[in-house]
């Protein structure tokens, strides 16, 4: 008999977790497979830890593995990840927008033996804010075009990855992770399941649009140099347009053509340039602190608790 285990990252998700598990043990009861969930406490500071206790002495199918503080999400996956055993990992969030209902047909996909990955594509509900909706559409577009890799829009973290997949994943041990774009980079057949985002059972939202912002700025530098070659080409461009006006300038002074010197086009060159300048370096900045953090070679989360 197959073993699945179910890998779900928490951050204050009290709320909801007894809920979530409640339907997983339904859902889980009803196939013919093994499981084990693997809940991964990320720093929470409200009771999750507390009710994970009590959902692991009830029931011999939870374990756990909980963070001295905040390490983030995607790095809470790749513990779980890390601490699985099962020939097939199912990632999922822990606030019940990821359907637990969805998982007879991911398994059922995955045992047909044609795909190591089965992925799920989001069709958003009404009461989505608008702006997350924009927002979730323009970085699906910038990734897919300054990457090397193709991101199906509305794809998330909810996806099953058969044992080798998962094998392969814990190779890399980059900081600054996107698990999404590195599933599809390592270029095993995949196939995707749509299904209905719910609203979330209890609790808020645990992604600010500026941590969003952050994590879509992760996602591009972790899979593209486009922002590092744009910068070169931008430079290219203005020094060419520079060049040029130069010689425009120098020709217009010696046949008597321009003859007032006009210091608004200097003063608007010169802060034109000047923040061109200062934004890519900041780009480049950005890079770098990437280098920084990846030869530091610090760990990539550190345990504060274990029940496997």
């Not at 285990?5 to 709320?15: G, K, M, R, S």
């Not at 897919?144 to 094998?167: E, K, M, W, Y």
Request: some cysteine.
């Amino acid at each position: 008999m197959k073993h699945c285990d179910l890998v779900i990252p928490l951050y204050n998700e009290a709320a909801s977790l007894e809920e979530l598990h409640r339907q997983i043990v339904v859902v889980m009861s009803g196939l013919p497979v093994t499981y084990t969930v693997i809940f991964v406490d990320d720093g929470s500071t409200d009771r999750t830890m507390e009710i994970l206790e009590r959902l692991a002495d009830a029931d011999p199918h939870v374990k756990i593995i909980s963070f001295t503080r905040n390490f983030g999400h995607q790095i809470a996956l790749t513990a779980g990840l890390e601490h699985s055993s099962g020939d097939c990992v199912i990632t999922m969030d822990g606030d019940l927008q990821h359907p637990p209902q969805l998982i007879p047909e991911l398994l059922r996909v995955w045992e047909e033996g044609r795909y190591q990955v089965v992925s799920t594509v989001r069709e958003d509900h009404d009461s989505v804010p608008l702006l997350k909706k924009v927002s979730a559409r323009a970085f699906y577009k910038l990734i897919n075009l300054f990457s090397d890799i193709t991101l199906t829009p509305g794809s998330a973290d909810f996806r099953l990855l058969d044992r080798q997949v998962v094998s392969v994943l814990m190779q890399f041990r980059e900081k600054n992770k996107f698990l999404r774009g590195l599933v599809n980079w390592i270029g095993f057949k995949s196939t995707s399941v749509a299904y209905r985002c719910q609203k979330r059972f209890g609790g808020h939202p645990q992604y600010s649009f500026s941590r969003m912002v952050k994590f879509a700025w992760d996602g591009i530098t972790a899979l593209s140099a486009f922002p590092l070659r744009l910068a070169f080409c931008s430079g290219f461009l203005i020094s060419l347009c520079s060049f040029s006006y130069g010689v425009f300038a120098i020709v217009a002074k010696v046949v008597g053509v321009m003859t007032v010197p006009g210091w608004t086009s200097i003063l608007v060159s010169v802060l034109f340039l000047g923040g061109l300048q200062l934004m890519f370096i900041g780009m480049l900045g950005e890079y770098i602190a990437r280098i920084f953090d990846e030869v530091k070679d610090r760990p990539l989360y550190v345990v504060k608790k274990t029940r496997l």
